[in-house]
T-cell receptor, first 111, second 118 residues
Framework: QKEVEQNSGPLSVPEGAIASLNCTYSDRGSQSFFWYRQYSGKSPELIMSIYSNGDKEDGRFTAQLNKASQYVSLLIRDSQPSDSATYLCAVIGGGADGLTFGKGTHLIIQP | EAGVAQSPRYKIIEKRQSVAFWCNPISGHATLYWYQQILGQGPKLLIQFQNNGVVDDSQLPKDRFSAERLKGVDSTLKIQPAKLEDSAVYLC????????????????FGPGTRLTVL
């Protein structure tokens, strides 16, 4: 059974600070890693994907992957109130699987 | 480009009744997914289609849930009979690629159908 673990929060961060979200996964054969943002009552939307060890930056977002530690993280720089949402970590195994999601971390950016 | 369409958006039924949800993926997308999201949890994959073939239905409660994707385009998900624990948002997603390429492809989610079973 593949598992993806996230701290459910809430994680409260002051506006303008860096928000750090973490995720661990159980399937060592996992190949693809995603961060989705989900606003209350809305569907998930993809904000970052990462496939190899290291960092990947896109604007204010940086995804970090460490396959040896089975750990994925998302950093949000210069946090804005509009970043307040639930962030879902999702993983795909070695085959053509669907996404396995964590429960999500509820992020609150305090103005 | 039009997104993934789902209907209805909301549905309230009593336990033991049946219900059906419809999904129209993004045009040209070969892979279609149905997820169940219970309040406070992440989405859980129920079934994955590539074109009109089932790739993975290992987490679909087959005694009460069924799904089909006729002609490799639209899909329907049915629950019969519904239980209280089926109350959730049912999300449909689609991606362009087939096979192993789908594992690195973006999945686009529809707005979901919120089901309440009383």
């Amino acid at each position: 059974q593949k598992e993806v673990e996230q701290n459910s929060g809430p994680l409260s961060v002051p506006e303008g600070a860096i928000a750090s979200l973490n995720c661990t996964y159980s399937d060592r054969g996992s190949q693809s890693f995603f961060w989705y943002r989900q606003y209350s009552g809305k569907s998930p939307e993809l904000i970052m994907s990462i496939y190899s060890n290291g960092d990947k930056e896109d604007g204010r977002f940086t995804a970090q992957l460490n396959k040896a530690s089975q750990y994925v993280s998302l950093l949000i720089r210069d946090s804005q109130p509009s970043d307040s949402a639930t962030y879902l970590c999702a993983v795909i195994g070695g085959g053509a699987d669907g996404l396995t999601f964590g429960k999500g971390t509820h992020l609150i950016i305090q103005p | 480009e039009a997104g993934v369409a789902q209907s209805p958006r909301y549905k309230i039924i009593e336990k033991r009744q049946s219900v059906a949800f419809w999904c129209n993926p993004i045009s040209g997308h070969a892979t279609l997914y149905w997820y169940q999201q219970i309040l406070g949890q992440g989405p859980k994959l129920l079934i994955q289609f590539q074109n009109n073939g089932v790739v993975d239905d290992s987490q679909l409660p087959k005694d009460r849930f069924s799904a089909e994707r006729l002609k490799g385009v639209d899909s329907t998900l049915k629950i019969q009979p519904a239980k209280l624990e089926d109350s959730a948002v049912y999300l449909c997603a689609s991606s362009l690629e087939l096979g192993l390429a789908a594992s690195t492809d973006t999945q686009y989610f529809g707005p979901g159908t919120r089901l309440t079973v009383l």
